[in-house]
């Protein structure tokens, strides 16, 4: 007998709010309603969850902190599992570092480098949560996540698993995980550094950020991804000129052209118009076509 995504969290004991407005659960601000965003406060709550909902033939997505996210109009008709609430603590081992998804990323990089270990500075000013990091293999500044990982541990058909670096395949804003794969955390390995260093490498990454790019505007960070190396998407699309082209309350931003930035009232399909707008005339002037970095829900 099919059962509800309120059967099945109340019997997991899982934490669950209903009919949520994603345009409060991602920082471009836009997003219909979700049926469900559920809460499981450990790994086994986690996977327990997972395989309920795909056992009574309910969709759901992991939702990290909504920096990559597009998420359409909506409704939609799925479960976010999010692991901001998982327990499980950060652990420090020699140059190792163990840490559950839900937690934030930059938190991690300042912590790291308060402790004297080096390695993931440049991925400070990065606003998601480390499992989203894991998901996008995020990076910046020289540094990618896939670099110091050891190993990522999955909710994957139906158990945890901890998967080994040599067994997955990142690249450039790609990792192996799919749509099915939960990641519950990650193992990192570090080197010894020098915690003024490190904070001042830091600092010097976040000024830089706040002078190239609209840090302060709803944005989901660079919208496309570059098309290859010596290529920046940014640089393409402000040559052709479009920087502060608008669509309802949707605008190219004039401070980093690579971004689209909402205002309070933008609709996900005015970011949608924009987006095909920018495509489209990158692809007549320059032959090129750009390939997504956000994620798109709909
Ligand atoms: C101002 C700004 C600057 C940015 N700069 C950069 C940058 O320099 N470099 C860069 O790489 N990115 C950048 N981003 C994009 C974004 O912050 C990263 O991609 C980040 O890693 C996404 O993490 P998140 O937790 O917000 O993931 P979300 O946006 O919540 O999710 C992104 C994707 O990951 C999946 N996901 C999330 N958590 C998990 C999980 N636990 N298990 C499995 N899948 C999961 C989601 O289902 C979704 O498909 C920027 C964004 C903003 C707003």
């Given at each position: ?21 994603m ?8 997003g219909?309603?979700i049926a ?7 790994p086994e709550?986690a996977a327990?969850?997972v395989?309920r909902l795909e056992?009574?033939g ?10 990559n996210?597009?998420?359409a109009d ?8 999010s ?6 603590p ?9 840490v ?6 930059p938190?991690l990089v ?5 402790r004297?270990?080096?390695?993931i ?8 949560s480390?499992?989203g990091a894991?998901?996008?293999n ?21 158990r ?25 955390g990650?193992t990192?390995?570090l ?7 490190s ?8 000024r830089?950020r ?16 570059n098309?290859?190396p010596g290529l ?6 402000d ?6 082209e ?6 190219i931003?004039?401070?980093?052209a690579?971004f689209?930035?909402?205002?309070g009232?933008?609709r996900?399909?005015?970011?949608f ?19 997504m ?6």
């Amino acid at each position: 007998m099919p059962k509800s995504v309120e059967e099945i969290c109340a019997e997991l004991d899982v934490a669950a709010r209903f009919h949520q407005p994603m345009r409060h659960l991602t920082s471009l601000r836009t997003g219909g309603e979700i049926a469900c965003v559920a809460f499981p406060d450990t790994p086994e709550k986690a996977a327990a969850l997972v395989a309920r909902l795909e056992e009574h033939g309910l969709r759901w997505s992991p939702l990290g902190y909504g920096t990559n996210l597009l998420v359409a109009d909506g409704p939609l008709d799925r479960v976010a599992i999010s692991l901001r609430q998982l327990k499980t603590p950060v652990r420090f081992e020699g140059c190792q570092v163990k840490v559950p998804a839900g937690y934030s990323l930059p938190r991690l990089v300042n912590q790291c480098a308060d402790r004297g270990l080096s390695g993931i500075e440049g991925l400070a000013p990065i606003p998601g949560s480390v499992g989203g990091a894991v998901k996008m293999n995020a990076g910046s500044h020289g540094y990618e996540i896939a670099d110091v990982i050891v190993s990522v541990d999955v909710a994957r058909e139906r158990r945890i698993v901890t998967l080994p670096r040599e067994t997955l395949d990142f690249a450039y804003r790609h990792s192996p995980f799919t749509e099915r794969d939960l990641i519950l955390g990650t193992t990192l390995q570090l080197r010894p550094g020098n915690p003024e260093a490190s904070r001042a490498e830091i600092a010097e990454y976040r000024r830089h950020r706040a002078a190239t790019q609209p840090v302060r505007d709803n944005s989901a960070g660079c919208i496309f991804k570059n098309p290859g190396p010596g290529l920046a998407t940014g640089r393409i699309i402000d040559e052709l000129g479009m920087k502060g082209e608008t669509i309802g309350g949707a605008t190219i931003s004039p401070v980093h052209a690579n971004f689209i930035v909402t205002n309070g009232s933008a609709r996900a399909a005015d970011v949608f118009a924009l987006i095909e707008r920018i495509r489209s005339r990158v692809r007549e002037a320059r032959g090129i076509e750009l390939d997504m970095e956000v994620e798109v829900w709909e």
